[in-house]
């Protein structure tokens, strides 16, 4: 019995606009598709809580200088430490936003932007790109979802979500500790709490592990950067394919797919 190919990706939500790298991986995915059949499948992992991850680097349209750009969110604990996929987009951002695009995109991107309603950042991101066209025929499997989240295996490192201060947020789990970095050598350790499955997302050194334990992916889809961190040898199932370059891959994308 033959298995048809699944072909995976994996990003964070990566800025109201996707970044280019998310772009050239999407291209690489649909090119490898062509080639030997098989689902798409974009692991989105909107449990990370790190607010960088959405900054969009736009270029103005007269000078091309670089602006960046990123959501306003609603408080600091929500901000640095909340997971992507419960903060909150700040009322009133997306118009004030939408006031500054002209600057650096054209009217048809700045119709689908002011057309996405969502209340948090990963839903936002992930409407975006659906309006743009990216994400057609492309399933979209979420790290925060509590059924993947039930589905995957135990591993040896992660993150819980857990209460802190009237937000969730995201906290490192290590000898026993819950842990929240504040930066450099600063931590805040939170008190003791017991946790289930549906709590649990992995870290970037056992995010693939835990992701194929769900999707069974046969070929997946690594950019530049993953290739420094990625165990390879925990997964020889997979066959690994670099992303097709792309110039200027951390800015955003402005472009409508015909």
């Not at 530049?224 to 199932?237: C, D, S, V």
Request: glycine share 6%; proline share 6%; charged share 25%.
């Amino acid at each position: 019995m033959t298995t048809a190919p699944v072909i995976c990706f994996g990003q964070q939500p990566c800025g109201f606009f996707p970044k280019r790298f998310l772009v050239a991986k999407i291209q690489t995915a649909r090119r490898l598709q062509s080639e030997i059949g098989g689902e798409i499948v974009f692991f989105c992992h909107d449990s990370d809580h790190d607010p960088r991850e959405t900054q969009t680097i736009l270029r103005h349209r007269k000078t091309n200088e670089p602006a960046r750009l990123n959501f306003a969110f609603k408080n600091r604990v929500q901000r640095k430490f909340s997971p992507l996929y419960l903060k909150r987009v700040a009322a009133g951002w997306q118009d004030k936003t939408a006031l500054q695009l002209p600057n650096y995109v054209g009217h048809p991107l700045i119709n689908v932007f002011k057309k996405i309603s969502a209340e948090t950042v990963a839903d936002f991101c992930l409407e975006m790109y659906r309006g743009m066209g990216m994400l057609e025929g492309v399933r979209v499997a979420r790290s925060s979802d509590p059924d993947f989240r039930r589905a995957a295996c135990d591993v040896p490192e992660f993150f819980v979500d857990v209460p802190h201060e009237g937000e969730t947020v995201r906290a490192r789990f290590a000898e026993g500790a819950l842990t929240l970095h504040e930066g450099g050598d600063s931590f805040v350790t939170l008190p003791k709490a017991a946790f289930a499955r549906e709590q649990i997302s992995p870290t970037r050194d056992t995010r693939l592990r835990w992701m194929q334990s769900v999707l069974h992916c046969t070929h997946y889809i690594a950019g530049a950067g993953e290739k420094a961190y990625l165990r390879q040898e925990e997964t020889p199932e997979i066959t690994f394919v670099n992303r097709d370059t792309i110039e200027r891959a951390d800015e955003a994308y402005i472009e409508i797919p015909s």
